[in-house]
C-alpha cells in the first residue's frame, strides 16, 4: 500500500511538473507570436487565479446545492452514517467533516472543501442501501483520503493551469494574429512561428489530458490511501464492483463535477474505448479493483 501511495504522489507531481512546463512555453509562443512578450500569459494567469479563488471559497456550496445534497446531524436518520465518519476521522485524526445524503438512487460519493478543516463528504441514498457496512467504510475511507491528500487543493491547481491555457489560446485566435508578425515571416522564421502556432491550438486540448491524467492519479491515490486507512483493500473493492454492475447514471451529474464522484457518474460503463479513457476523469474500475487485489494479497 505504501509503495503504490508513492508511487501515485511522484507520478501526480510529474504531471503538474509537465504541465507548468507546457504552460510556460506556451505564453513565450504567444509572445513570440504576437510580439507582446510575456503580457499575455500574465493576464491569462490572472484570469485563472481570480476564477479559481472564487471556486476555492464558494465551490464545494455551489456544487453540493447541485447535486441536492442534504445535510445531516448524528441524532437524524443515518446515525450508522455519521459515526463511520467519526470512527475513521477519529483513528485518521481528521477533523469531523460536514456530512451529507443525496437522494439518489444511483451509488456513488464525493468529498469536496478547500482543507480538513473546511471539508464535507456526501453519499447517495442508493450507496447507503446496496452497500454492506465493509463496503461503504471503504467507500467513506476513499473520500476522507482525497481530504487528507488535499486532492481539492491540487485539482483548484490544475484548474489554474488548464484556464490559463485556455485563455492564452483563446486570445490567439481572436487577436488576429495572422498579420502581426508578418515581418518575422518573412525574415525567415516562418517555420518557428507556424510551430507556435500549432502549439498554441493544441495547447488547451493538451492542458485537458493532463488533467484528467492527474484526476485518475489522484483517484488510484485515494484508493490505496483509503486500503490503508481500513486495512481492508477488499471492502473498496467489493464496493466498487458493486457500483460497476449497478450501472444507473447519477441524475444530478455534470461534467463540471464529474472528477468529484467515487465512480463516473455517468455510469460505470461510460468510459468505453481506450482513446475514450484518455478524456476520462476516473481510471477504469477494473483497473482500480485490480490494483486493490494486489494490495490485498500482499497484506496477506
Known amino acids: 500500500m505504501y509503495s503504490q501511495i508513492d508511487s501515485n504522489r511522484r507520478k501526480s507531481t510529474v504531471l503538474i511538473s509537465l504541465f507548468i512546463g507546457i504552460l510556460a512555453l ?4 504567444y509572445g513570440e507570436a504576437t510580439g507582446t512578450g510575456s503580457g499575455g500569459l500574465v493576464i491569462a494567469l490572472l484570469i485563472s487565479v481570480g476564477m479559481t479563488l ?5 465551490g464545494d456550496s455551489l456544487v453540493l446545492w447541485s447535486s441536492g445534497a442534504r445535510q445531516i446531524t448524528k441524532k437524524e436518520d443515518f446515525p450508522y452514517l455519521w459515526n463511520m465518519v467519526e470512527n475513521l476521522c477519529i483513528t485518521t485524526g481528521l477533523p469531523m467533516p ?20 473546511h471539508a464535507s463528504v456526501a453519499v447517495t441514498r ?10 461503504l467504510e471503504g467507500v467513506l475511507a476513499h473520500e476522507l483520503s482525497h481530504i487528507k491528500n488535499y486532492d481539492i487543493r491540487w485539482m483548484l491547481l490544475v484548474a489554474v493551469l488548464v484556464g490559463a491555457l485556455t485563455l492564452i489560446g483563446d ?10 508578425r508578418s515581418s518575422d515571416r518573412d525574415s525567415g522564421n516562418g517555420i518557428l512561428v507556424l510551430l507556435g502556432i500549432a502549439f498554441l491550438v493544441l495547447s488547451p486540448i493538451i492542458g485537458q489530458l493532463i488533467k484528467f491524467a492527474i484526476s485518475r492519479q489522484r483517484e488510484y491515490l485515494a484508493d490505496a490511501s483509503g486500503a490503508l486507512m481500513t486495512r481492508y483493500p477488499q471492502g473498496l473493492a467489493s ?6 454492475d449497478h450501472g444507473v447514471p447519477l441524475q444530478t451529474a455534470s461534467r463540471a463535477t464529474a472528477h468529484l464522484w467515487i465512480a463516473n457518474p455517468f455510469g460505470a460503463h461510460a468510459i468505453g474505448s481506450r482513446a475514450a479513457e484518455l478524456f476520462s476523469t476516473h481510471p477504469p474500475i477494473e483497473k482500480r479493483i485490480a490494483a486493490l487485489d494486489k494490495m490485498s494479497r500482499a497484506e496477506s
Request: hydrophobic share 45%.
Open 126 to 135: 442508493g450507496l447507503i442501501e446496496l452497500l454492506e457496512n465493509e463496503e
Open 98 to 117: 460536514a456530512v451529507y445524503v443525496i437522494d439518489d438512487p444511483s451509488p456513488n460519493a464525493f468529498a469536496t472543501g478547500r482543507d480538513p478543516k
Open 54 to 58: 472564487f471556486s476555492w471559497f464558494f
Open 171 to 180: 486570445m490567439f485566435l481572436r487577436g488576429g494574429f495572422l498579420g502581426r
Open 26 to 29: 506556451a505564453g513565450y509562443a
Open 239 to 244: 464496493a466498487l464492483a458493486k457500483i460497476r
